[in-house]
């Protein structure tokens, strides 16, 4: 059974900070990886997908690494700003249905 | 094109109440997720569609809740009886097979049993 974790739980950085956000996976055999951001009381946002071939993704000041056979996956944020805080949540991807088995997600703080 | 749409935003309802949610796809997504979170949780799957089938049911969704995709197009959740467990933030996806299969997901409904 697919299960995904994420550390840390809750992180809390001052402005300007590059900070790194993990996810580990216990079945490597996954068909892609999403992170997404969450707001408080709000829906999800996709930040990065990355497909199995791939090993990560770049969209602004993030970054996203995949190491499929570790079982691992890393968000880089460089330079963070109060704008960036909120939960932070990893999915991956599996099956033939391709239904997302979600972390619990890493709270952000960024400190002006 | 707006993006996947859920209705109400949020449902407050008392305990042994019927309830019942909307959630309109990006036009042209041919799958359909439905999940629920709860606080300080991940989202956890309930069930998807792939057009107007439903192909797989997660075992959380008891037989009180169901799911309709009629025209392959909306869908709704229906919640019969709802209990104080209930309360949580139902989140709709829809994807479109083969483009990786990325999900987009609505703002979700928020679901209060009192």
């Known amino acids: 059974k697919q299960e995904v974790t994420q550390i840390p739980a809750a992180l809390s950085v001052p402005e300007g900070e590059n900070l790194v956000l993990n996810c580990s996976f216990t079945?490597?055999?996954?068909?892609?990886l999403q992170w997404f951001r969450q707001d408080p009381g709000k829906g999800l946002t996709s930040l990065l997908l990355i497909q199995s071939s791939q090993r990560e993704q770049t969209s602004g000041r993030l970054n996203a690494s995949l190491d499929k056979s570790s079982g691992r996956s890393t968000l880089y944020i460089a330079a963070s700003q109060p704008g960036d805080s909120a939960t932070y949540l990893c999915?991956?991807?599996?099956?033939?249905?391709?239904?997302?088995?979600w972390g619990l997600g890493t709270s952000l703080a960024v400190n002006p | 094109d707006t993006g996947v749409s859920q209705d109400p935003r949020h449902k407050i309802t008392k305990r042994g109440q019927n309830v019942t949610f909307r959630c309109d796809p990006i036009?042209?997504?041919?799958?359909l997720y439905w999940y629920r979170q709860t606080l300080g949780q991940g989202p956890e799957f309930l069930t998807y569609?792939?057009?107007?089938?439903?192909?797989?049911k997660s075992r959380l969704l008891s037989d009180r809740f169901s799911a309709e995709r009629p025209k392959g197009s909306f869908s709704t959740l229906e919640i019969q009886r709802t209990e104080q467990g209930d309360s949580a933030m139902y989140l709709c996806?829809?994807?479109?097979?083969?483009?990786?299969?990325?999900?987009?997901f609505g703002p979700g409904t928020r679901l209060t049993v009192t």
């Open positions: 996806a829809s994807s479109l097979a083969g483009q990786g299969y990325e999900q987009y």
């Open positions: 569609f792939q057009n107007e089938a439903q192909l797989e």
């Open positions: 036009s042209e997504h041919n799958r």
């Open positions: 079945d490597s055999a996954i068909y892609n």
């Open positions: 999915a991956v991807r599996t099956g033939n249905n391709r239904k997302l088995i």
